[in-house]
């Protein structure tokens, strides 16, 4: 049968305006569908009473303009739902103004954990207004946990939760955030930048978990992202790696900054098995 050209030529015009629409949209569709990642993590020195505990790492958040209330909601509700142990909250709770820190504290406030749940403030929450969102996480009952740890204690086992003060815009003081830690201690640091394992020189930390890089938000595959805010390329885009002196676990973040799209670097709920 012949084919008509002018009607071949308009469906195909229409077919290709539909993948480039659709080319389009799929980046931001993309920056909303947030899954849970599963990893399991060998942490140095790791009690056994303390081995299969999951930790839910949550970071950059960035409730704001394009990070609206349901969809952190939905976060909490997943992040709950997947039972966690313990929740460990790597900053940058907010994005664009201080208006959006007591609601997204409010937001995280369920969130739910026997053995605890700790949070480091990121850059974005000292650019908005660091005092309130450190007020808002008391409120909420959320522990923080810049240059500063607790023990975790199952018997005469024990467990070190820390942190340090963001890496752009606070102060980083390890001593006082290991404290009494030894060498042969298990201890989990939290940074929001992971640019601060190549400043790091404690092998007291056996692993650091961080976010700030979102994956560069956009991936492009043989590429890599454009643009990643670190010091060190796509070395810490995300997921596990190599620091100098200990492994450093990146989550690719919730929301998102600048362009509110995301492409091949989906938002995520890290639940990490410890072993």
């Known amino acids: ?18 993948a480039f629409t659709a080319g389009g949209i799929y980046p931001l569709v993309e920056a909303k569908c947030c899954h849970v990642v599963r990893r399991t993590v060998a942490l140095p020195n790791l009690p056994a009473s303390f081995r299969g505990t999951t930790v839910a790492l949550l970071a950059d958040i960035h409730h704001g303009p394009f990070t609206p209330m349901p969809f952190v909601q939905r976060v909490v509700e997943t992040t709950n739902a997947m039972r966690p142990d313990l929740v460990l909250l790597a900053g940058d709770y907010v994005s664009e ?17 026997p053995l605890g749940r700790f949070a480091v403030l990121g850059n974005h929450d000292h650019w908005e207004n660091g005092w309130l969102t450190r007020r808002e996480l008391d409120r909420a009952g959320i522990a923080r946990v810049d240059n500063s740890g607790a023990w975790l204690l199952r018997g005469d086992d024990r467990l070190r939760i820390c942190g340090v003060g963001d890496l752009w815009t606070d102060r980083q003081h390890p001593g006082p955030a290991l404290a009494d830690a030894t060498s042969d201690d298990a201890v989990i640091m939290l940074s929001h930048n992971p640019d601060y394992a190549e400043i790091l020189a404690d092998r007291r930390v056996g692993l650091m978990l961080s976010g700030h890089t979102h994956g560069g938000q956009v991936y492009l595959p043989g590429y890599g992202a454009p643009v990643v ?12 790696v190599e620091g100098p002196a200990c492994r450093v676990y990146v989550s690719r973040g919730i929301g998102t900054t600048g362009p509110p799209l995301r492409l091949a670097s989906r938002p995520e709920i890290v639940i990490l098995t410890l072993a």
């Open 1 to 18: 049968m012949a084919i008509d050209r002018r009607r071949f030529l308009k469906q195909a015009g229409t077919i290709g305006m539909g």
């Open 97 to 113: 103004s201080e208006c959006f820190i007591a609601p997204v504290m409010a937001a995280l406030a369920p969130l739910r954990a």
């Open 229 to 240: 805010p670190s010091k060190f390329g796509q070395k810490y885009l995300g997921g596990l």
